[in-house]
């Protein structure tokens, strides 16, 4: 989840009632926070180490000071929380010493016209005036932060929605937003003092480790998006840098907000969060002043829209069903004083028990009744709530292929003297493949998107390379070694609602001074033996399990010594020789036997045979 510095000092003086960290604790632990740790950090005003890009702060640039502070840890689906001020708001709230905000908007003349060329390229922006904002050091600073932990998490570093902030003073409106070519674009990005063509700006960025990783969000495009003012100055190159002529500062007073994003959704969550957050330091708190926003279409057709919008969402809680699903009894008037702890507005319609319940603009969180109810329960308390048994009685059961793979682990491979181990899920692109002499086809692995190490590029499709790695790492064990593993591989599926699926695998290997070929064959012979599933000598009917040595084709397995493992004529394993490229490979000197077994098809086909 994540965490939100909050100066200490700064908390408990906002809060009245509040003294201790202790009690920072509870507070906190009782509106479903958690205090992840009170520490002591440095923090450097002014400086780009903290806030991610260049704030210019008067008299105070590079001033460094050490504050004592909380590590909050903050629900994912809480943005509103993201911020220092958010929570100590939420907190207040919570405790009845401030009122739920009333968002409102005011008469604005501000329009902002999208043009077609940018909505090839990133295509949706929404945008928002805040005026009369004062600022101090602390404030400046949480917006920064705020800024970037929206980033971080709701913007998905920014792919999904990029923010930009601008002083409005120092801009001229009507505003453009409009894709040009990197040639075209020239301006002084935030904190550097001189002009940058787009393409060379990206060069210079290659070599900054912060904004090097926004570059590739728009540099394969022909085009890059910019936002420009009356007189056609560029204001911002979302999502990589805003220009140093609209930089906002401690002197600023009316901010103008920007946010451009390639998810529709996720671009309208976050204006409304952003300006609910600031829109409380203005000397009117809680004013938004709007911005029509014109969208010109590729078939030069018109459609307008007010931006952002400040409509409060509603719902209708039937309090009868809330009292239900917590088993306590409300009357509607504590039912309202408890929604307004939680900035939900809640009035009482009588002739139906139930609540009208709307939910201003910075709770996105607030999607269903049940999340209503939710917040109910954390305004009560959850440790108020009754304990109660449940009226059913009921026990809990094994899954049945669960109670199969201890089976076949216990009575087929441990008792015969076989050691259990337990590898990694992930294992690298080579291990995969390359090093177990088998093809990528590329409908076979799930390949990891994004590896943060070379080890974890992909997920096992077979058991075979974990073992032969731990069998790498116990070489001066004494021969003969037994070893198995029977847990998940992941096997890509096109038609699963996920695109893959896990199933079920047995791998044994028998490594000593000879391949033990005859072993590996003896082991099979007794998982068959345990599960039920009969050979040919002692089948009753057509159905039996046989080796096919004709069409193993699996090369990492030596030919002419590897066999499918088959019932009736479906293929249930493969075992044989490990081939000595394989063995070499993964750093072996010693012969080696394996079994590989499909445990999800052998459970099936044993209850099939069972009934």
């Known amino acids: 989840m994540p965490t939100v510095t909050v100066d200490r000092d700064y908390l408990l003086r906002s809060i009245p009632g509040i003294y201790t960290n202790e009690d920072v604790e509870n507070i906190c632990y009782e509106f ?25 702060l008067p008299n105070e640039d590079g001033k460094e000071e050490e504050h004592q502070v909380f590590k909050i840890e903050v629900p994912a689906n809480r943005t509103d929380l993201l911020s220092a ?12 010493v401030d009122r739920p905000p009333e968002f409102s908007s005011s008469s604005s003349n501000v329009r902002l016209t999208i043009m077609p060329e940018v909505q090839k390229v990133r295509k949706y922006m929404l945008s928002a005036v805040i005026r009369g904002v004062v600022l101090n050091r602390l404030r400046y600073q949480s917006i920064i932060d705020f800024q970037e932990k929206l980033h971080q998490n709701i913007c998905r570093q920014r792919s999904l929605v990029s923010i930009g902030l601008h002083d409005l003073d120092k801009v001229k409106a009507p505003f453009v937003y409009d894709a040009l070519r990197p040639t075209e674009i020239t301006f002084v990005p935030l904190g550097l003092d001189k002009e940058f063509r787009a393409d060379q700006l990206f060069e210079y960025y290659d070599r900054d480790p912060q904004l090097r990783k926004y570059t590739s969000l728009i540099r394969h495009f022909d085009r890059y998006p910019v936002v420009l003012d009356a007189e056609n100055r560029i204001l911002s190159l979302p999502p990589v840098i805003n ?33 609910a957050i600031i829109s409380q330091y203005c000397e009117k708190p809680f004013v938004v002043e709007p911005v029509t926003i014109e969208t010109v279409s590729i078939d030069q057709s018109r459609q307008e829209m ?13 309090l ?44 996105d969180d607030i999607l269903h009744t049940c999340d209503i ?30 109670m199969f793979s201890d089976l076949v682990r216990r009575e087929g491979l441990a008792q015969q003297g076989f050691t259990e181990v337990l590898t990694w899920v992930t294992v690298s692109q080579v291990e995969n493949f390359d090093m177990m002499q088998r093809s990528d086809d590329g409908s076979t692995a799930v390949r990891i998107a994004n590896p943060k190490t070379l080890e974890f590029q992909s997920c096992r499709f077979s058991l075979l390379p974990g073992i032969l790695k731990t069998l790498r790492e116990n070489r001066m064990i004494k021969l003969p070694i037994h070893l198995f593993e029977l847990s998940d591989t992941v096997h890509i599926q096109r038609d699963h609602e996920v695109g893959a699926v896990n199933r079920r695998s047995l791998a044994a290997v028998y490594c000593s001074t000879t391949a033990g070929f005859e072993l590996i064959h003896g082991v099979l012979e007794h998982i068959m033996k345990v599960v039920g599933l009969p050979n040919k000598a002692n089948s009753k009917g057509s159905k039996y399990f046989w080796l096919d040595d004709k069409n193993c084709k699996d090369n990492a397995y030596f030919p002419g010594r590897r066999a499918l493992v088959m019932f009736g004529e479906r293929e249930i394993g493969v075992l044989g020789w490990i081939h000595p490229q394989v063995l070499q490979n993964f750093g072996l000197n010693n012969p080696c036997s394996a079994l590989e077994l499909n445990i999800d098809l052998l459970f099936s086909l044993s209850n099939h045979l069972k009934s």
């Not at 007010?306 to 039937?318: A, G, Q, R, V």
């Open 243 to 275: 220009g140093d002529l609209s930089k906002v500062t401690l002197s600023t007073r009316n901010i103008f907000v920007d946010c451009t994003g390639t998810d529709w959704t996720k671009t309208q969550m976050v204006i409304r969060t952003i300006v």
């Open 373 to 402: 109810i939710e917040d109910l329960a954390v305004a009560y308390g959850y440790d108020n709530l009754p304990e109660r048994f449940p009226c059913t009685v009921t026990q809990g059961k094994l899954l049945g292929i669960n």
């Open 306 to 318: 007010i931006s952002p919008s400040m409509e409060l969402h509603s719902f209708k809680l039937d």
């Open 85 to 96: 001020d958010g929570i100590i708001k939420a907190l207040k709230v919570f405790r009845g």
């Open 32 to 56: 479903g926070l958690e205090v992840d740790e009170v520490c002591y950090e440095t923090w450097t005003f002014g400086s780009r180490a903290r806030s991610g890009i260049e704030d210019l």
């Open 320 to 363: 009868e069903y809330a009292q239900k699903m917590l088993g306590v009894s409300l009357l509607p008037d504590r039912a309202v004083e408890l929604l307004n702890r939680m900035q939900l507005f809640a009035t009482i319609e009588e002739s139906t028990n139930s609540l009208n319940v709307q939910v201003p603009i910075h709770r």
